[in-house]
Nanobody, 124 residues
Framework: QVQLVESGGGSVQAGGALRLFCAAS????????MGWFRQAPGKEREGVAS???????IYADSVKGRFTVSQDNAKNTVYLQMNSLKPEDTAMYYC??????????????????WGQGTQVTVSS
């Protein structure tokens, strides 16, 4: 049984930083693409960042240069380092995993497993 558990969310002021964690069980994170998504109230879920088995990282334009995705194969954990946070980054952040090769890196419909989410709130 695959389980993804996010943590690390919280409330920060604009310009601050947070590091999100996604611990996986029943699934080897380094084997296929892992992604981070977010959803703000009243908005659609959007892809933020993804990392593939060869450590290739893809970012949404809105977070390029500020967010960094990484993975630790030994700990079976994926991270999202978020710097220079803005109020518009406020959302529930979700970790997700693909089960097939070749899926689109920031397309939520291509991800089969999802965590419960962790809330990030950035105040101005």
């Amino acid at each position: 049984q695959v389980q993804l558990v996010e943590s690390g969310g919280g409330s920060v002021q604009a310009g601050g930083a947070l590091r999100l964690f996604c611990a996986a069980s029943g699934y080897d994170v380094y084997r296929k693409c892992m992604g981070w998504f977010r959803q703000a109230p009243g908005k659609e879920r959007e892809g933020v960042a993804s990392i593939d088995s060869d450590d290739t990282a893809i970012y949404a334009d809105s977070v390029k240069g500020r967010f960094t995705v990484s993975q630790d194969n030994a700990k079976n954990t994926v991270y999202l380092q978020m710097n220079s946070l803005k109020p518009e980054d406020t959302a529930m952040y979700y970790c997700a995993a693909q089960i097939k090769y070749g899926g689109r890196p920031l397309e939520s419909s291509d991800f089969a497993y999802w965590g419960q989410g962790t809330q990030v709130t950035v105040s101005s």
